[in-house]
Nanobody, 120 residues
């Protein structure tokens, strides 16, 4: 069973940076469209950023100018570079992706989540 694997979360002071990574547990499954979501305690999950297979990107207004989503197809990895972090960015961050293997597409995969905590 293929899984999305996230990494890069942690504890950082306000104003600091973190880079999250998302890849697949089996390299034959390639990342296609990928989104990063986050969920803070007591709040609904929200879309943070997305990247298409053609590298088109979109961002939530709350992170524009601070976060950058990118992909390295050779490494089958999507990154979320988070700069100028604020305490309000504290949340569990989830990778969500469509996968491709050969000519088949697989929709709706989610990672296990990685905790990002920003201290004031």
């Amino acid at each position: 069973q293929v899984q999305l694997v996230e990494s890069g979360g942690g504890l950082v002071q306000a104003g600091g940076s973190l880079r999250l990574s998302c890849t697949t547990s089996q390299s034959t499954f390639r990342l296609n469209a990928v989104n990063w979501h986050r969920q803070a305690p007591g709040k609904q999950r929200e879309l943070v950023a997305g990247i298409s297979s053609g590298n088109s990107t979109n961002y939530a207004d709350s992170v524009k100018g601070r976060f950058t989503i990118s992909r390295d197809n050779a490494k089958n990895t999507v990154y979320l570079q988070m700069n100028s972090l604020k305490p309000d960015d504290t949340a569990v961050y989830y990778c969500n992706a469509t996968l491709i293997r050969g000519t088949a597409r697989y929709y709706g995969y989610w990672g296990q989540g990685t905790q990002v905590t920003v201290s004031a």
